[in-house]
Each structure stands twice: as structure tokens, then as C-alpha cells.
């Protein structure tokens, strides 16, 4: 069965990008719009792993990924940044918050595919 991933971005263009890659590599993806919309989709069904951007509108990604660990179901569940940010700062709030990584756009694909696969839930 193949894993479910949770991309989480305002841009539609870079869910796109980064759903091809995911479903190129064998996972299911489910996309959200922004922290809000993400959030709407943590229904009790197992997710592997989330990708979250961290500058979008009505609900930021370290808000969210704060969201996400209050949530029993999903509070073990891995966590990705990926962001045009690459502060020391934020990558520590982002951390602090329970990220378990960060990728800097413009990104490969095989880098963003290879932190998925070491971080991804059995």
C-alpha cells in the first residue's frame, strides 16, 4: 500500500511540482492550501509524513506544524518545511515547533524525495 503525504502550500504550481515528484516516487498525495484548508484534511487517516510550506495566508506553516503535534493522531507524525526561508531563525522556530526538516526552494526533487524517504513513517 502505498504512503500518504500532505502537501501543505498557497502555491498551487509548487504542490503541482512537488505531488509529481511524491506520486513519481510510489506515495499518495493530499494537498492543502494553507495551514487552515491542511488541517480540514487531518481527519484520522494515516499520513506518513507532511510538507509544509512556512509564508502562507490565514495560517502560517509553524502555526500549523504547532497544530498538527496538539493532535493525538497525528503528533508523531514527521514534518517537512519547505520554504523560500533559509534564516537560522526561522529554521530553529520551525525545529522548536517539531519540524523534522527543511528544504530551501528552489529544491531538487531528489533532495526533497530523499528527506522523504529517511523520514517518512513505516
Not at 522556530?93 to 526533497?112: I, L, R, S, Y
Request: with cysteine.
Amino acid at each position: 500500500m502505498a504512503k500518504t503525504i500532505l502537501v501543505v502550500d498557497d502555491s498551487a504550481s509548487l504542490r503541482q511540482v512537488v505531488g509529481m515528484a511524491l506520486k513519481g516516487a510510489g506515495y499518495d498525495v493530499v494537498e492543502g492550501c494553507d495551514g487552515k484548508d491542511a488541517l480540514t484534511k487531518l481527519d484520522g487517516r494515516k499520513l506518513h509524513l507532511i510538507i509544509s510550506d512556512v509564508n502562507m495566508p490565514n495560517m502560517d506553516g509553524i502555526s500549523f506544524v504547532k497544530a498538527v503535534k496538539q493532535l493525538p493522531n497525528y503528533k508523531f507524525t514527521p514534518i517537512i518545511m519547505l520554504t523560500t526561508e533559509s534564516q537560522e531563525s526561522k529554521k530553529l522556530e520551525g525545529q522548536a515547533a517539531g519540524a523534522k526538516a527543511w528544504v530551501v526552494k528552489p529544491f531538487k526533487p531528489e533532495q526533497m524525495l530523499s528527506a522523504v524517504s529517511k523520514l517518512c513513517l513505516p
